[in-house]
């Protein structure tokens, strides 16, 4: 009864509710303000283009009921603008002249913008153009300032596209927009810019390229050096409103030297698309000369999508008759890793090609350079953050992000463990779904891992640095131990990967590795570091907590397989900049494609009973070494017995 509209708009094609929903949720109250828009659609709906799994466009998804076949059918459509040719330039378009469309797309800009961004904000809207003008398109997309002295102009009112800015502390962006379910046509679609996602931008800049561009180093951008970042995130975000998914798998197109070449990346930035998060260059190295740190402009892919996506087939008649010639586009880059694409991966990635914030075809390679910068940062971070008279908050801030830039780099390289190159194969193509990783690159990445975690303390753990603001959070041991914990905890998807390969990278043979690693100083009786006592501890109680021994709430003994960021610190931004979209009809296929991995199933089962024979092991070890052992090691092998003891007699 206490539910209620507030206010409503009505405007030429669209109304626009607020209301007021209250609800009573067990025996307390709950209420939301809540905006509802009801459109009016095209009286003709644009004839669909069939969607394909091998280019990355949002879909509006249907079933086709029909006598002509033997079963319903799933159909869905790619979301796109309805760009054509006015009806009088129809024969100079098709004789191969440039026209402009007979609706272009208008993107107002919001007059809350600062005067100095608005000519980077206008012209990371209008670097579109050039994709439309590769397939005969001029003028196709145009941004304007909100109309002054206009009546009838109100973001919103559906007819207009907007750049939106809000004044608040959240550190991202979003370019929904919306669509005729009959034939996926984009009516409108407008991005919203969050103010603190100028946080991102400067931090990302700073902690991925201040060993090769000293200007990034400053707390404060001036405009000249803020406006590139501005229109690298207005291109992205204008590309989703265009029908653009995100194409996780670009970067990866990129062998990781090349990289640290001026001539490749004045040519082609880090990524062949702006879709990707391949954000700024951390692979370049201090004296490469390297200067264009960003992606591309447009990238090879983009150009291709928009193509692939908008260019019109005339000689087809119905969206299956389009078919053949969008199967042949494709097939005329098969064999380019710059024009493939991979989907975004959600829960699970299996995906290491596949991966947000990452750069080049090789994740240990491309993450041994990022980590070389990040040494230099560290050596430097007091020098480069000092501000005279003021506290050392800046300081503290760029700490963390090394940190959070460290832990991404780890992340990069665990997903080659137990992970498959997720292909598009079709009839025909020869290819096939899964393609896994090498045991060879599997057993790489777990010494990579091992050896970073193991040396992390000797440059993150600055005394210089951390008695400059409270070092009560031990963040780099919380990490070592995160790190055993996620190097254990995907051991599914290496049991489920060993099954596809030719040559498997069996469970029992990978946590015997890690064993190796972990336990190896107290196996050849050697003294332990700080890091090798955290490490073995780690080990033991994720031992304990896979085989169901630990006695404390299930909440508080998970440990996620996937999840490297496992304490808030680091976890509280991550998945950065998420470009939200509203209706987002995409599958996320990699959260399923390894379901198996994640039940009680066989290779749970057999991890178990691997994870026990190790135990068995490591009492062995521990009970000898609390004996022979001295000072803090024996405490720390006398401690391991006794909860290991306790735990196997229980």
Not at 376 to 381: D, E, Q, S, T
Request: glycine letters at 6%; hydrophobic letters at 35%.
């Amino acid at each position: 009864d206490m539910s209620s509209i507030l206010d409503f708009k009505a405007f030429p094609k669209n109304i626009v509710f607020r209301t007021r929903m209250v609800y009573t949720v067990s025996s307390s109250p709950f209420t939301a303000v809540v905006t509802v828009s009801m459109i009016q659609l095209p009286d003709q709906p644009m004839r669909p283009r069939l969607a394909d799994h091998r280019i990355g466009y949002f879909a509006d998804r249907h079933i086709e009921y029909t006598e002509k076949t033997d079963r319903s059918e799933k159909i869905s459509y790619i979301t796109r603008w309805n760009i054509a040719p006015k009806p009088e330039d129809l024969e100079k378009y098709k004789a191969g002249a440039l026209v402009e469309p007979a609706k272009p797309i208008v993107y107002y800009i919001d007059d809350a913008f600062p005067a100095e961004w608005r000519p980077y904000l206008k012209e990371g809207i209008e670097d579109w153009q050039k994709a439309f003008e590769a397939i005969g398109f001029k003028n196709a997309i145009v941004a304007k300032d909100y109309p002054k002295d206009d009546p009838d102009f109100n973001p919103d009112d559906i007819r207009f596209s907007c750049l939106r800015y809000a004044s608040t502390r959240v550190a991202n962006a979003m370019g929904p927009s919306w669509t005729d379910p009959r034939s996926g046509e984009i009516i409108n679609g407008s991005v919203y810019f969050y103010h603190d996602v100028l946080k991102l931008l400067h931090n990302w800049s700073f902690i991925q390229t201040s060993t090769v561009e000293p200007a990034s180093r400053k707390e404060v951008y001036s405009a000249e050096q803020m406006g590139p970042l501005l229109r690298y995130l207005v291109v992205h975000e204008i590309g989703h409103t265009l029908g653009l998914m995100h194409n996780m798998r670009s970067s990866y197109a990129y062998p990781v030297d090349s990289l640290r070449s001026k001539t490749f990346t004045d040519k082609y930035g880090t990524t062949p698309s702006v879709m990707d998060y391949a954000r700024y260059n951390y692979v370049a190295q201090p004296g490469d000369g390297v200067t264009w740190l960003l992606p591309p402009r447009l990238g090879v892919y983009d150009y291709f999508a928009i193509s692939w996506g908008y260019k019109p087939i005339f000689t087809a008649k119905t969206p299956k008759d389009e078919k053949p010639v969008l199967n042949e586009w494709i097939k005329a880059h098969a064999d380019d890793p710059m024009y493939w694409y991979g989907e975004q991966e959600f829960l699970t990635s299996v995906d290491p090609a596949a991966q947000t914030e990452s750069l080049g075809d090789d994740a240990v390679k491309a993450s041994e350079y990022g980590i070389r910068n990040l040494k230099i940062i560290m050596k430097n971070l007091n020098d480069w953050t000092k501000r005279d008279g003021e506290s050392y908050e800046y300081t503290k801030e760029m700490y963390e992000e090394v940190l959070k830039q460290f832990n991404r780099y780890m992340s990069h390289v665990l997903k080659y463990i137990g992970g498959n190159f997720l292909l598009y194969p079709v009839h025909g193509d020869g290819k096939q779904a899964f393609e896994p990783v090498s045991k060879e690159k599997q057993k790489e990445a777990l010494d990579f891992i091992y050896a970073q975690a193991t040396g992390m303390s000797e440059w993150l753990q600055d005394p210089k640095i951390l008695r400059q603001f409270d070092p009560s959070n031990p963040l780099v041991n919380d990490l070592q131990a995160a790190y055993v914990r996620n190097l254990l905890g995907v051991y599914p998807k290496v049991g489920y990967t060993s099954r596809l390969s030719d040559d498997p990278y069996t469970v029992e043979e990978y946590i015997d590795d890690v064993y190796d690693l972990v336990f190896g100083k107290s196996i050849d009786g050697k003294k332990l570091t700080l890091s090798d006592r955290n490490m073995e501890y780690a080990f033991v109680y994720t031992l304990f907590n896979n085989l169901g021994m630990l006695k404390s709430p299930a909440s508080e003994k998970k440990f996620a397989s996937d999840d490297i960021f496992a304490y808030g610190m680091l976890a509280e931004d991550e998945d950065i900049w998420p470009c939200q979209h509203i209706g987002c009809g995409h599958t996320h296929n990699g959260q399923d494609n390894l379901t198996i991995a994640r039940r009680e199933s066989d290779i749970k089962i057999q991890g178990k009973s691997v994870f026990y024979s190790t135990l068995l092991k490591i009492q062995r070890i521990v009970n000898k070494r609390a004996s022979s052992a001295k000072g803090e090691d024996k405490a720390h092998y006398k401690f391991l017995a006794h909860e290991i003891n306790k735990e196997l007699a229980e």
